[in-house]
T-cell receptor, first 114, second 112 residues
Framework: KAGVTQTPRYLIKTRGQQVTLSCSPI?????VSWYQQTPGQGLQFLFE???????NKGNFPGRFSGRQFSNSRSEMNVSTLELGDSALYLC?????????????FGAGSRLTVL | AQSVSQHNHHVILSEAASLELGCNYS??????LFWYVQYPGQHLQLLLK??????LVKGIKGFEAEFIKSKFSFNLRKPSVQWSDTAEYFC??????????FGTGTRLQVFP
């Protein structure tokens, strides 16, 4: 079966712009989690969605937001981009919320902010 | 708040050497513990997990990890590493917050 698909894979933006990243989970998976990966910081938890509801949120500013659609696809949005937002954004899906289940990760969307 | 510490940031070994990567967490209640691995150019994938039962868990590719509750640790081990084990390894913990929290990762380089 198809894995977790993230688009776009690479993108370059400038400070002040906004960006939307998309994640299509494995078919049948209803939980989607988002992480920011940077060198030295590891994976920082952004948020998790299950059945279109945000279940958990990490310690990121309000510029970071997300949503989940009825088909379980999820998007995250970052507004007013800053240089420090440059990172690999990973999406992961699971059958049910992440803590009790194994996450399957996508390849990530690499964002560069200039 | 729960947190995860991986004290080894970068480990360099020769093939056939033994490996132990440290992982400590801060939460005192019931935990689910994971090790994920990211090979160069590949997705993060599960190496092994502990939910309950035998504290010594075995994963793929000959890896194992031991849950020591009194030490809040879940160290990863492999008796003899191979060049193909070169990757970044992440420990992750789920406590009562229901969030899966990752450590900062350990980069392992194995030289032939």
């Amino acid at each position: 079966k198809a894995g977790v698909t993230q688009t776009p894979r690479y993108l370059i933006k400038t400070r002040g712009q906004q960006v939307t990243l998309s994640c299509s989970p494995i078919s049948g998976h209803r939980s989607v989690s988002w992480y920011q990966q940077t060198p030295g910081q590891g994976l920082q938890f952004l948020f998790e969605y299950f059945s279109e509801t945000q279940r958990n949120k990490g310690n990121f500013p309000g510029r970071f937001s997300g949503r989940q659609f009825s088909n379980s696809r999820s998007e995250m949005n970052v507004s007013t981009l800053e240089l420090g937002d440059s990172a690999l954004y990973l999406c992961a899906s699971s059958l049910v919320p992440s803590g009790a289940n194994v996450l399957t990760f996508g390849a990530g969307s690499r964002l560069t902010v200039l | 708040a729960q947190s995860v510490s991986q004290h080894n940031h970068h480990v360099i070994l020769s093939e056939a050497a033994s490996l132990e990567l440290g992982c400590n967490y801060s939460y005192g209640g019931t935990v689910n513990l994971f090790w994920y691995v990211q090979y160069p150019g590949q997705h993060l994938q599960l190496l092994l997990k502990y939910f309950s039962g035998d504290p010594l868990v075995k994963g793929i590719k000959g890896f194992e990890a031991e849950f020591i509750k009194s030490k809040f640790s879940f160290n990863l081990r492999k008796p003899s590493v191979q060049w193909s084990d070169t990757a970044e390894y992440f420990c992750a913990v789920k406590g009562n917050t229901d969030k899966l929290i990752f450590g900062t990762g350990t980069r392992l380089q194995v030289f032939p």
